[in-house]
């Protein structure tokens, strides 16, 4: 069976969640992602990428052939609400879990579930991580707003629960989308840092 996301892809996505790219990457149309929280835009953004930058690290360098994969390097915050024992789970993570359950309708993520969605033969995970930027919306003390990028290639229907999962207990209020946009829209847009 081909890979659906090569060793190569997957190192490039790694990348971008370090470090935006360049407008001469983006694909034509991209997935968006529109993210409310009440986290400062930052802490909220850094959150995300830290639990991607775990997981693609572990999808560059695992078999995935064992039953549990190491999750040393996953954030605690991530880990404990993801079920592994010991955690301390923040109010922030709290609050999203329960936003998750309610807009899926679905059970909170096992850790290692969750990292095995990544994969590199995994034949459902229907997306790549693009980009993340602020609106240029002023915006409220009790509610800012992110657009979270990724790649779908092209497709407006794809599995993306477990990315839910890690936008929602990072911190959002709500999570909307994914619906597919011009990628001159995110060339456009502050990049979130």
């Not at 069976?1 to 470090?19: K, S, T, W």
């Not at 360049?22 to 995300?48: G, H, K, N, Q």
């Not at 190491?70 to 923040?90: D, L, Y």
């Not at 609106?135 to 990724?150: C, N, S």
Request: proline letters at 8%; charged letters at 30%.
């Amino acid at each position: 069976m081909p890979l659906l996301h090569e060793i190569d892809d997957l190192r490039r996505e790694r990348q971008r969640v370090e470090a935006r790219p360049s407008p001469e990457e983006a694909p034509p149309v991209l997935a968006v992602f529109a993210v409310a929280t009440s986290a400062d835009p930052r802490d909220y953004i850094r959150r995300v990428r830290s639990v991607l930058s775990a997981a693609l690290d572990l999808a560059v360098s695992e078999s995935f052939d064992d039953e549990d994969l190491p999750t040393a390097g996953i954030p605690a915050w991530f880990a404990a609400v993801s079920g592994a024992p010991g955690g301390r789970i923040p109010e922030f993570s709290r609050h999203g879990r329960d936003r998750y359950r309610t807009a899926v309708n679905g059970k909170p993520w096992d850790l290692q579930w969750w990292l095995f969605e990544f994969a590199p033969d995994n034949e459902f995970r229907g997306w790549a991580w693009w980009d993340v930027t602020q609106t240029d919306v002023p915006q409220a003390a009790e509610e800012r707003r992110v657009r979270v990028w990724v790649d779908s290639w092209g497709e407006s229907f794809f599995a993306c629960d477990e990315f839910r999962w890690l936008l929602h207990t990072a911190g959002a209020d709500e999570v909307s989308g994914p619906s597919l946009a011009d990628a001159s829209e995110w060339v456009r847009e502050v990049p979130g840092r």
